[in-house]
């Protein structure tokens, strides 16, 4: 068995019930775009992302029939979420839909049983029933299969040069992974989804419904501020010209914030779409962030390579503070977005 969780549960009390209910039956455990984080990532029975940006491990289990019942539990079925409609998540499995809000609920995939529950209740119902405990010992053996298929899809390093955002994205996990990671719109948003594996619950955040390119940024100050914890941005230099002054109030409030800009002189996910467009459509040119950041009271680095980042990295572990990374890198390296992408391209879509 195994659970798909999307944004209408995507909050603490669902993480903690999960967290119990997969470490007590081997409940397998995976996520979508807009519920990354719920559920620990670097946890044994974690499949991954499912939908865009999705992993490796989650897409081909979850359209497998080695599951042979799925719940889909807050899954707000959305193109993304649900791989672009993808009908072969019913393949071989019972499909069980548990959520609150009625719009979502058997609407346009076939589910076989509707339960209109808070997710968080269902979740300690089905550990106190005791009903689950004839599938641990079949998912124990089920788990140290699906630990054979990697996780992430192999990095794509056909186009472009200089920095890789997949090598960028490890590299900052590999250093700062406890920090909660906010993600901003753009294909930075992709990478970011794919390689950064969360350890512990609900220290991920993006903006996946209306996409704000820039939201990141100052959206960072009010969770740095609730969370009291530190963080580190995903943005880039596009986001930067949206909404980039409002690092100033981070700096003003002291707040442990580390913005990295990947700097790439292009709206990264306009030249994937309009790639027929005229170059001026999607080009920017190509500002010095670090120098803006320090107007503004922050320590900033700009760096050329993955060591320079690691040092820049490593500089900010040991402090406390606002900082940014101006991160210079190119905007052609494909996004892991192949799976959906593919399906885009056969629908129609695109």
């Not at 209910?21 to 990532?41: D, R």
């Not at 009010?222 to 100033?248: F, N, P, W, Y």
């Not at 580390?258 to 309009?274: M, R």
């Not at 467009?277 to 993955?306: C, D, Q, Y």
Request: charged fraction near 25%; proline fraction near 2%; include cysteine.
């Amino acid at each position: 068995m195994a659970i798909l969780v999307g944004a209408r549960a995507n909050h603490k009390r669902v993480s903690e019930h999960l967290v119990k209910l997969s470490e007590k039956y081997n409940v397998l455990v995976a996520s979508t775009v807009s519920s990354k984080g719920v559920f620990p990532e670097n946890h044994r029975n974690y499949l991954g992302v499912y939908g865009y940006s999705g992993h490796r491990r989650a897409i081909e289990t979850l359209l497998s029939n080695k599951i042979e019942t799925l719940i889909l539990l807050g899954f707000d079925t959305t193109q993304w979420t649900s791989l672009v409609w993808e009908e072969d998540i019913k393949k071989g499995k019972y499909l069980l839909q548990v959520g609150t809000d009625i719009k979502d609920l058997d609407f346009v995939i076939d589910i076989d049983s509707v339960i209109i529950s808070d997710e968080a209740e269902f979740l300690s119902f089905l550990e106190r029933s005791g009903c689950l405990e004839k599938i641990k010992y079949a998912n124990e053996s089920l788990i140290k299969d699906l630990q054979t298929i990697p996780l992430f899809y192999e990095v794509v390093r056909d186009k472009g040069s200089g920095i890789h955002p997949a090598d960028a994205i490890q590299m900052i996990n590999e250093c700062l992974g406890d920090y909660i990671c906010i993600a901003d719109s753009g294909n930075h948003r992709s990478f970011t989804t794919h390689y950064w594996v969360s350890r512990g619950t609900n220290k991920f955040f993006s903006a996946n419904t209306i996409c704000p390119v820039g939201w990141a940024i100052p959206a960072s100050v009010g969770i740095s501020l609730a969370r009291k914890d530190s963080c580190v941005v995903m943005t880039g230099d596009g986001c930067m010209l949206m909404h980039g002054i409002e690092i100033q109030t981070a700096a003003r409030y002291k707040r442990d914030i580390l913005y990295i800009v990947f700097n790439n002189s292009y709206y990264g996910a306009t030249y994937f779409n309009n790639k027929r467009n005229i170059k001026e459509m999607s080009a920017l040119p190509t500002h010095n962030w670090k120098k803006f950041s320090e107007s503004l009271g922050l320590t900033g680095w700009r760096v050329n390579t993955l060591d320079e980042l690691r040092s820049a990295l490593k500089n900010k572990s040991e402090q406390s503070g606002t900082f940014l990374i101006d991160m210079i890198c190119d905007h052609e390296p494909e996004t892991p977005v192949s799976e959906y992408k593919a399906r885009v391209v056969e629908a129609g879509v695109l």
